[in-house]
């Protein structure tokens, strides 16, 4: 046996099926790009057609009318079940699917290939992305509007193309790290049971064979989001391209327990206040704000106090003034018209529950964090991953009521949908739960970890508050 084969054996894969479909996927790059093309192809026509169509009757359905069609895949399917697949198979369909992705890697092999600047390595733009996006989308109603879906994903890929072509060669750097969703799929894809891994023993083992000539170097892989390949321990960047599959002997995809990066976080990802922002005040606050407005009879009391306010202190102007469709809704043939009272009110409500959420659920972590010993950042931080699984299934079921609006529209019933609803919350919470308790066991057992869960559990009951308010409560 050559000393090749025996140093390929010694770092065996533990999943070889896994690791032959890396390389396969690997060897078959041809398809993939006709996939990523295919999409891009299918997302232009539906981003683009249906903004330049008459808007529909209320009559319309989604298979007589191309603009309730867009409306349904792009919000009742594209995005729900996007979310569902990092939880899944981590950010592969950042690697595979993802237009805005291969367009901008298209427009960065031909661009100007500027190196990345520093103000676009800032750790901040995932969490201000995502708000930015989050907000501006409840501002269009661009659920509603193909115009504000253009303005919005059109906006973004345009973006997208444009940093392409500037900056990188051949590479991603807008979505490694300016997309506004780069931030949220970051997040959810460490849930995920499936990622490329590199066994450093293994790549010393392939350095040190190609040293003494008994392995072949090859040339690095071109890997679009720019991972420093030795250090491949986290799904968080990686797009699962599969280019590097077989590197070194070393990169292979493989499994894990689901959500194991949350227990033992990368030692090469330190606590990070940005990314404790953005599940904490983004997914799990205005997230949530966003799909709360629109069902809350809190919010239309508000707006008419505010307004009986205004005009009992001659203040008109923020009842009668309007603007263009592309800053806040505005279609009167429609009948959906917002003043500025309308667009102040839905930015403070949005933003109030992120306030209110963010501020209950860092004061039940805190209380877990102190139980467990003397105050502890990095520890608060590592506790908020236990949250993880109900942030990312609180965009699903917000998302999903579009689904089941435009469904309903069609004339299905769907009584039972909110049986699914309280049981994906709850078996989303056993998860949640026993996250927590794999974490806690990081830093304490016995009582003192018990104790500490109950932290975890007000936590989880403030999320499920919200989500009960919004299906059952209002
Ligand atoms: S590390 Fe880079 S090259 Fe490898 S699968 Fe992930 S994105 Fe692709």
Redesign the pocket.
């Known amino acids: 046996m050559g000393a090749c084969q025996t140093a390929t054996l010694k770092h065996a894969p533990r999943y070889p099926r896994l690791a032959a479909l890396g390389h396969g996927l690997q060897h078959h790059r041809k398809a993939i790009q006709i996939i990523q093309w295919t999409v891009v192809g299918f997302y232009a026509v539906l981003l683009l057609v249906p903004a330049w169509l008459p808007l529909p009757g209320h009559q319309a359905h989604i298979l007589s009318n191309l603009t309730v069609f867009a409306a349904f895949v792009f919000w009742g399917i594209w995005w729900p079940f996007v979310l569902v697949s990092m939880v899944l198979f981590g950010r592969l369909w950042c690697?595979v699917f993802c237009p805005e992705g291969s367009l901008s890697e298209a427009a960065s092999r031909v661009g100007l290939g500027r190196p990345i600047p520093r103000w676009m390595r800032w750790k901040g733009w995932p969490f201000v992305a995502f708000l930015g996006t989050t907000l501006y989308g409840q501002m269009a109603s661009v659920y509603q509007y193909p115009t504000g879906a253009l303005v919005v994903l059109g906006g973004s890929t345009v973006a997208a193309v444009a940093v392409g072509l500037v900056y990188g060669k051949g590479k991603r750097v807008w979505c490694r790290h300016l997309c506004p969703v780069n931030g949220v799929f970051a997040l959810l894809a460490k849930l995920a049971p499936l990622h490329?891994h590199t066994d450093k023993a293994a790549w010393e083992d392939f350095n040190r064979r190609a040293r003494q000539g008994e392995a072949v170097r090859h040339a690095a892989?071109d890997?679009?989001?720019l991972?420093p390949?030795k250090q491949?321990d986290s799904t968080s960047d990686?797009?699962?391209?599969?280019?590097?599959s077989g590197y070194k002997d070393a990169i292979q995809l493989q499994a894990r327990k689901p959500g194991s990066e949350l227990i033992t976080p990368s030692r090469d990802r330190p606590a990070s206040a940005w990314e404790f922002a953005l599940l904490i005040f983004g997914l799990l606050g205005i997230a949530i704000g966003a799909f709360h407005w629109t069902a809350s009879p809190w919010f239309v009391q508000l707006k008419q106090l505010s307004a009986v306010w205004l005009v009992n202190h001659g203040w008109l102007w923020p009842l009668e003034t309007t603007a263009p469709w592309w800053i806040l809704t505005n279609y009167p043939a429609q009948n959906d018209v917002f003043n500025l009272l309308d667009g102040a009110l839905l930015i403070g409500y949005i933003f109030a529950t992120g306030l209110v959420m963010a501020t209950l659920l860092s004061l039940a972590l805190a209380l877990a964090n102190r139980i467990l010993g003397a105050w502890s950042w990095a520890r608060l931080w590592h506790l908020s991953y236990a949250l993880l699984p109900l942030g990312g299934l609180g965009v699903f079921l917000g998302l999903s009521t579009i689904t089941v609006t435009l469904l309903r529209g069609d004339g299905l019933r769907m009584l039972w949908v909110n049986d699914a609803r309280a049981a994906l919350l709850i078996a989303t919470s056993a998860w949640c739960l026993s996250l927590g308790w794999k974490i806690l066991g990081q830093y304490a057992m016995g009582l003192r970890r018990l104790l500490a869960l109950g932290g975890v559990v007000l936590a989880i009951g403030v999320v499920l508050l919200a989500w009960w308010l919004m299906f059952w409560g209002w």
Do not use: E, F, K, N
């Not at 990686?238 to 590097?244: E, N, Q, V, Y």
């Open positions: 690697g490329y892989p890997c679009a989001p991972i390949l491949l990686c797009h699962m391209c599969s280019r590097c």
